[in-house]
C-alpha cells in the first residue's frame, strides 16, 4: 500500500539525515540523485467522474511524453483527507484513495532519486491555487538544495491562451449556442486572476453573443457580473427570449461545484441557495447540462501538455 511505502521512505530519509548528522556532514545537494519527472498537479475531488478525467489526462501526458516518469499531487487537503477516509461520492464510497499532496509526491520522488522535475498546473487560472503550488516548489528548493523545477502555468495563462480556449469551447458549443444562451461555470477566486474569466467571455462574445461566463464565487461573483442572477438579467434582456439554455463547467472536471452549484436539486425556495438549473428553471428555460469538464476535451488537454512541454525546454 502506498501508506506503508510512505511510511518506509520516512525512515529511510531519517536514517539518512542521522547518518548525515553523526559524521557532521550536510551536503544534501550530493545525496541527490540525476533523475528527472514530471508531477502533474489538480485540485482534486471526491467525485467518481473526474478520475476518468484525471486518467485521460495522465493518458494524453504519457502518450505525448513517453517514456518519462509522471506522477500526480492534489492541492485539496479537504479532498484529499475525505478520500483517504474512503468517503467520496457515489462509487467512490467506500473505496480508500490514497492521493498525495505536490509536497508528498515530490519528497518521495526526491527520496527515489529524482532532482529535476516539470511541474505542470492543471488549475484553470493563474490564481491562489497556482501561487501556492509555487510557494511550495520554492520551498522544497530552499530544503533541498540542487532540485530543479520548471514550472507549467494554467490553462487560461496568458491573452492568446483565452484566445485559443474561446476558440475551442465555442467550436464544441456550435449547435447549442445556436439553439440559445450557453452558460459556462467557473469557479471564481478573490485573487486577480478572477479577471481571466471576464477576458474569456469577452473572446467567447466576439464569435456569439450568447456565450456567458460565470462562476460561483470571486471578484465578479461579489460584485453581481458573473453570479447567476447577473447573467440571469442579461439573457433575460435578450428578445425574443430564448427557449432554452445550455450550462456546462468551465473547469477541470464536473465535479462537485458541477454537480450541485450548477446541475444539482436543492429543492429550496430561496434563490441564493439554489443551484443554477433552478434558477433558470424558474424563470421559464429548458436547461440542458452538458456535464463535461475542460480535461474531457482533447484539444483543451493539449494547451495544458504544450505548457509542460514549453516549462520543460526551460
Same mark, same amino acid.
Request: glycine share 14%; proline share 0%.
Given at each position: 500500500m502506498k501508506i506503508f511505502r510512505k511510511t518506509i521512505l520516512m525512515f529511510a530519509a531519517a536514517a539518512l539525515l542521522f547518518t548525515a548528522c553523526d559524521s557532521n556532514s550536510n551536503d544534501d545537494e550530493q545525496k541527490l540523485g540525476d533523475k528527472e519527472g514530471v508531477l502533474l498537479v489538480t485540485f482534486g475531488s471526491s467525485f467518481p467522474d473526474p478520475q476518468i478525467t484525471f486518467d485521460n489526462v495522465d493518458k494524453a501526458a504519457k502518450a505525448k511524453f513517453s517514456g518519462e516518469e509522471i506522477r500526480w499531487g492534489f492541492?485539496?487537503?479537504?479532498?484529499? =483527507?475525505?478520500?483517504?477516509? @474512503? =468517503? @467520496?461520492?457515489g462509487s467512490l464510497a467506500g473505496k480508500v484513495i490514497d492521493n498525495d499532496t505536490p509536497e508528498e509526491a515530490l519528497k518521495i520522488m526526491i527520496e527515489e532519486g529524482y532532482s529535476k522535475f516539470a511541474v505542470q498546473s492543471l488549475h484553470v487560472i493563474p490564481g491562489e491555487e497556482f501561487d501556492e503550488l509555487l510557494e511550495a516548489t520554492e520551498k522544497i528548493e530552499k530544503e533541498k538544495p540542487g532540485v530543479q523545477f520548471s514550472i507549467g502555468v494554467p490553462l487560461l495563462n496568458s491573452d492568446d491562451d483565452i484566445a485559443a480556449v474561446a476558440k475551442i469551447m465555442a467550436a464544441k458549443f456550435a449547435n447549442e449556442v445556436a439553439a440559445g444562451p450557453v452558460l459556462f461555470m467557473g469557479h471564481g477566486t478573490p485573487h486577480k486572476a478572477d479577471g481571466q474569466y471576464a477576458k474569456l467571455e469577452a473572446e467567447l462574445k466576439k464569435i456569439d453573443e450568447n456565450f456567458f461566463v460565470g462562476t460561483v464565487e470571486g471578484i465578479g461573483f461579489e460584485a453581481g457580473t458573473t453570479s447567476i442572477g447577473g447573467i440571469l438579467t442579461k439573457i433575460n434582456a435578450i428578445s425574443p427570449k430564448p427557449a432554452s439554455v445550455t450550462i456546462t463547467p468551465l473547469m477541470s472536471i464536473a465535479g462537485d461545484h458541477a454537480n450541485n452549484d450548477m446541475n444539482g436539486r436543492t429543492e429550496s425556495s430561496d434563490p441564493e441557495e439554489q443551484s443554477w438549473r433552478e434558477r433558470l428553471e424558474a424563470d421559464g428555460y429548458t436547461v440542458n447540462c452538458i456535464m463535461k469538464g475542460l480535461g474531457d476535451y482533447s484539444e483543451i488537454r493539449e494547451i495544458w501538455l504544450e505548457h509542460l512541454d514549453e516549462a520543460k525546454a526551460k
Open positions: 492541492t485539496s487537503d479537504l479532498i484529499i =483527507n475525505k478520500l483517504r477516509k @474512503g =468517503n @467520496g461520492e
